[in-house]
């Protein structure tokens, strides 16, 4: 009944009927008058807005404060990542797949590798396997701890259990800058290998930390997974289906937060994946809610941990890259490799030309798919689960726009 | 969950459980302390911050082993522009992935360190306002002249030229490398030791071979001429 003056580009609501406000309290009536309108807001949350992780924009259209219609604009952070490697070796393209997703930068980096090696078949030495297995979990570690304590800051909860993610995610962080000299860019896979053998200590260092994070995941769960208002806010709210999570693409915590037993580690098995003993874990598949999302993260960082135990111990001595030219010509081919990030499956596609530079160079980036459900687990939920539905797919613009 | 915000008084006796304990353990300390890095690496007290103008904190700053800000190019012991390691090649300036390095190659050959003739560059620019810190450059060079610095008191009030560094202060002493990164000088003089003795051996073994192959002929052909004087 109201006629609304729409900016963006709405379509119809899902149901296809028009509109009727629901605003009024019980007992009360909406006035009717002569020349009054009533209309659907249009909020355009974003691109700075503090929920949106970055720089993304929902433009929203709310009957109160129920979503009727969400609409994701994206772009903001464009860099042309694809075409730029296009136009340099595949070398110089490793620094900027850390620049996808910034916070896992080991992760972006071996799926990278991982393509490359598969072009120009290479031999990686037992060690860089295990030193990768080593950096990808701990990666795993900094971007779920991340991810949990942004999510309970989207909640409300600012400051404490944020902090204490961030005291943790720290501690790696240093890690990473000893073995590779950057915190966060660490630029530190080859083809074939890694750049440099970690410093003297620094598997003992790392033995350390792992060997502490159990008890600090226990005092989160304490901290987190039953506190009853993170249960309210996020139990039921943002449900995601199996049908509709495996039709979307959705992988990695977010589909098996939906019922789906699907891991590349264990699917693929790439690297050295398959010596280890670990679980996947995934929810039953009733809800796919918010409350699942959040839970699988917590115990997939155990796992992670139970991988970097078997890993730090077994470790060998040796080589820490194969002999690979630092510019080379593969023969003409198409390759896909892909890894289980953080986030879901991150795919590089490249297709050589027998050039130096790739003819294609081409991102599956997880946050981007599993981005693409977030309206239809909007819709119908109140503006502020909006914001933690966001939260909970974990994105990271850097690696959404690319 | 039997009562009702049991969750909650659990987690708030673990807030308080880190209130207290973060007056006895460090690791409950919601900010970190960089006990491995080396002794005197970082600032203790604001009197260890430089006090006159130009006096760099980090020239003597080793942060960790594999820290690295920006490229330096290496000389070795004596005159910067007799001892510079580049020959301008261009690899670098190639592959530096945000293009920040200019090179300009000289037009006539000096002697390096090896009193081999040798092109140098005549220009040397990076842009560190550009530069990514990637290490890539580092990598590629052939000749090891490139490598990472980890000074960072690098701020300067002019806005175009400030940041443009010019190949005169890229120039730094091998000792200085060993000094900021020991482990990474030391394994690198090795490579080039062992590279040169690689090639010096392999030089002898061509030039055995060369005189093998030499005096075979000259035998052959003195058992021909030795057959052509009986026939």
């Known amino acids: ?402 | 969950m039997s009562i009702l915000g049991g969750g909650i008084f659990k987690g708030m006796a673990v807030t308080l459980r880190n209130f207290v304990g973060s007056y006895f353990y460090k690791e409950r300390l919601t900010t970190n302390d960089y006990e491995w890095r080396p002794d005197g690496a970082l600032p203790q007290s604001i009197g260890d911050y430089p006090k006159e103008e130009g006096e760099q904190l980090s020239d003597t700053t080793t942060v960790n082993h594999y820290s690295r800000n920006f490229p330096m190019l290496l000389h070795d012991t004596g005159e910067p522009m007799d001892t510079i390691r580049c020959v301008a090649c261009k690899i670098c300036e190639r592959e530096c992935p945000p293009q920040c390095i200019y090179i300009e190659k000289s037009t006539e050959k000096i002697e390096n360190a090896d009193g081999k003739p040798q092109f140098y560059p005549a220009k040397f620019d990076i842009d560190v306002s550009v530069c990514m810190s990637c290490q890539i450059c580092v990598e590629v060079c052939p000749f090891d002249a490139i490598v990472m610095n980890s000074q960072f008191e690098l701020s300067t009030p002019d806005r175009f030229g400030g940041l443009l560094v010019r190949r005169d202060d890229l120039l730094k002493s091998n000792d200085y490398y060993h000094k900021i990164h020991p482990q990474e000088a030391a394994t690198r003089d090795q490579k080039m030791a062992d590279d040169k003795a690689a090639k010096e051996a392999k030089k002898k073994a061509a030039a055995e071979k060369a005189k093998a192959a030499a005096e075979a002929k000259a035998k052959a052909e003195a058992e021909n001429e030795s057959k052509e004087d009986a026939e």
């Not at chain 1, 949106?52 to 259209?61: A, I």
């Not at chain 1, 990808?136 to 971007?143: D, F, G, H, K, S």
């Not at chain 1, 993610?165 to 860019?185: P, V």
């Not at chain 1, 030309?353 to 309206?375: A, E, F, H, W």
């Open chain 1, 1 to 402: 009944m109201g006629t609304h003056t729409a900016r963006g580009n709405f379509g119809e609501t899902p149901t296809g009927e028009s509109h009727r406000l629901t605003a009024a309290a019980p007992n009360y009536e909406l006035l009717q008058q002569e020349g009054l309108e009533t209309s659907l807001l249009e909020i355009s949350m974003g691109p700075h807005h503090p929920s949106t992780h970055g720089v993304f924009r929902m433009d929203v259209k709310l009957d109160g404060e129920t979503v009727v219609e969400l609409r994701p604009v994206f772009g903001y952070l464009h860099r042309n990542h694809e075409k730029l490697a296009e136009n340099m070796t595949y070398l110089s393209s490793m620094p900027f797949t850390d620049r996808l997703d910034y916070f896992n930068s080991m992760t972006n980096n071996w799926a990278y590798a991982l393509a490359a090696e598969k072009l120009i078949e290479v031999e990686v030495p037992e060690r860089a396997e295990y030193l990768r297995v080593i950096m990808a979990e701990l990666t795993r570690l900094v971007n779920h701890v991340t991810l949990v304590g942004f999510f309970i800051n989207d909640l409300g909860a600012l400051g404490t259990p944020l902090m204490y993610a961030f005291r943790e995610r720290e501690k790696i962080l240093d890690l990473f800058e000893q073995a590779s000299g950057a915190r966060m860019m660490c630029n530190y896979f080859r083809f074939g290998g890694l750049r440099n053998d970690v410093p003297e200590g620094w598997l003992d260092r790392a033995r350390e930390l792992v060997d502490r994070f159990p008890a600090f995941l226990d005092e989160y769960e304490q901290l987190l997974c039953e506190n009853e208002i993170i249960l309210s806010r996020t139990q039921g709210v943002g449900n995601l289906s199996r049908e509709l999570a495996i039709n979307a693409g959705i992988t990695g915590p977010m589909l098996r937060a939906s019922g789906v037993n699907y891991d590349l580690r264990k699917v693929d098995a790439y690297g050295i994946y398959d010596r280890f003993k670990f679980r996947v874990p995934y929810s039953d598949g009733d809800t796919g809610d918010c409350y699942d999302r959040f839970m699988i993260r917590m115990l997939e960082m155990r796992e992670s941990v139970a991988i970097l135990k078997q890993a730090l111990a077994d470790i060998p001595e040796g080589e820490i890259i194969g002999k690979v030219s630092k510019v080379f010509k593969p023969k003409p081919a198409e390759v896909y490799s892909r890894i289980e990030g953080p986030k879901g499956e991150l795919g590089f596609y490249l297709i050589a030309d027998g050039t130096t530079k790739p003819y294609r160079y081409r991102v599956r980036p997880p946050s981007l798919i599993n981005l693409t459900v977030l309206r239809d687990m909007c819709l119908g939920g109140k503006i502020a689960d909006a914001v933690i539905i966001l939260g909970s797919i974990d994105i990271v613009l850097g690696e959404v726009d690319r």
